[in-house]
Structures are given as structure tokens and as C-alpha cells.
């Protein structure tokens, strides 16, 4: 499977750190760190990443909009991790062809991925809450996703 990301206006180095980390244990090909997404070198991503900054590809975007239409025109299936309760689908029953890369897109720890992003996107998951909080952290939750999206193959 092949995997991008795109960071999308993500504000904490440390989590920026952490889905560096978290992109080498499961063999990601490259991050997009786009809009005001922090990028390395820096050492509070370093602390978090612990040089899996230096070992995964990444590129420094401004727009997000203009990547997700580039990488569409080159065959990616663009996918959002969101909590969007109108267009969702739990992750664990998103099925998709393996021969097609994905890319994920995480977004800002507050407010999310903008709706003119999600509307470019051809899927949005969601990993459903059984508690009273309605999102995970979004290092942790882009650990539950890279671990999931392998297992959803057809």
C-alpha cells in the first residue's frame, strides 16, 4: 500500500513530531506538511520524532488545495480523517483497491479540515467514539488510521 499524508494546518510541533514517528513504524511514503503546518528542523519536532524526521520524505506546501488536485491528477485516492457526521465513514468499513495510493488528510487539532478541503476529498473517515469526548488527539488518531487502512483491503 502505498500511503502519503498531508498535515493540514496542524499547530504542535510535538504532534507534528509524533506523526513523523508514527510514519516510519508503518512505512509511510512522504509527508505534505501544508499551510502553517510547523516543519523540521526544529527541536520540539525532533524531541517527539526522535530522527524519524530525517528518515521519512516530506515537502512544505502552501496550498492544500492546489496538492490535493495534483496528486488526484496522478491517480492518489484522496481520503480525510474528520469527524464530519454528514459524509463519514467508519474507518473500519472503508474498503478500498489496494493497487490505488491513498493519501490522508489530517487536519487542525481545533477546527478540523476546512470544508472546501473536505469537499475535494473522496472519502471521509471517521474512527467512532464510544466515550463523551468526540475526537482523538490527532497524532493519536493518525496512529489508529495507519494501523486500520492496511487491514480494509478488499
Known amino acids: 500500500m502505498k500511503l502519503f499524508i498531508i498535515c ?5 510541533r510535538e504532534n507534528v513530531g509524533s506523526i513523523f514517528r508514527t510514519s516510519d513504524a508503518f512505512g509511510i511514503g512522504k509527508i505534505f506538511l501544508a499551510g502553517y503546518t510547523p516543519a523540521p528542523p526544529h527541536p520540539k519536532i525532533s524531541k517527539t520524532a526522535l530522527g524519524a ?3 521519512i520524505p516530506w515537502e512544505k506546501v ?3 488545495t492546489r496538492l490535493i488536485k495534483k496528486l488526484k491528477s496522478e491517480g492518489f485516492l484522496i481520503i480525510a480523517l474528520e469527524n ?3 459524509r463519514h465513514i467508519d474507518i473500519s468499513k472503508f474498503r478500498y483497491n489496494p493497487k490505488k495510493p491513498l493519501v490522508l488528510i489530517l487536519g487542525n487539532e481545533v477546527s478540523g479540515i476546512p470544508p472546501r478541503i473536505l469537499k475535494q476529498c473522496d472519502k471521509v473517515l ?6 463523551k469526548k468526540e475526537s482523538l488527539n490527532v497524532a493519536v488518531a493518525f496512529g489508529v488510521a495507519a494501523y486500520a487502512l492496511p487491514k480494509n483491503r478488499p
Open 126 to 131: 471517521e474512527i467512532p467514539m464510544k466515550g
Open 84 to 86: 464530519n457526521r454528514s
Open 62 to 64: 502552501f496550498s492544500t
Open 53 to 55: 524526521e530525517n528518515l
Open 8 to 12: 493540514h494546518n496542524i499547530r504542535s
